[in-house]
């Protein structure tokens, strides 16, 4: 699948993906690895913050277009975390999820669309102003009325 990142479509690299439980394991064991970590929806997030310095990437898996938890995900790791790195979104991620997923804090979306950069394109651009703050750190509508 395309991977979009910064807006423009790029090589997907394909290094060791772990999920949640298999990364723990391995990082107790020798903390220095750095790999993919795959979140599934039901996982927890916090559990990643002592390992948050030597991840380049976190995937957060959205295994149906309905299941909105990757969002309240990704808003805790770079919210409440402070995780620099890449939030990737992989999985049944639709165009018309990518601006709210950009402000949930995704950087990185894997897309099963042949027009992959220009649907990003178009869809981060959809809105200018949002009533509430979030992850990407754009003043919501009323703070910016009262500042």
């Known amino acids: 699948m395309p991977l979009v990142k ?6 997907n690299p394909h290094g060791e993906v772990l999920t949640l439980e298999p990364f723990l394991e391995m990082a107790a064991a020798d903390p220095k690895d750095a ?8 996982d927890c997030p916090l559990k990643l913050e002592p390992f948050l310095d030597q991840l ?11 299941d909105g938890r990757g969002y309240s995900q990704a808003q805790l790791l770079r919210r409440r975390l ?7 979104a992989v999985g049944d991620v639709l165009r018309d999820q990518l601006l709210f997923m950009l402000r949930s804090g995704f950087d990185a979306f894997e897309l ?6 220009q ?5 981060s651009k959809e809105y200018s102003h949002f009533y509430q703050p979030a992850a990407d750190g754009e003043s919501g509508v009323f703070a910016r009325r009262h500042s």
């Open 6 to 11: 910064n807006g423009e479509v790029t090589a």
């Open 112 to 117: 099963g669309r042949e027009d992959a950069a």
């Open 56 to 66: 380049e990437v976190v995937e957060i898996s959205f295994p149906r277009y309905a």
């Open 119 to 123: 649907a990003f394109a178009a869809a």
């Open 35 to 42: 790999v993919i970590v795959r979140l599934m929806p039901d």
């Open 82 to 88: 402070g995780y620099k790195g890449e939030i990737r």
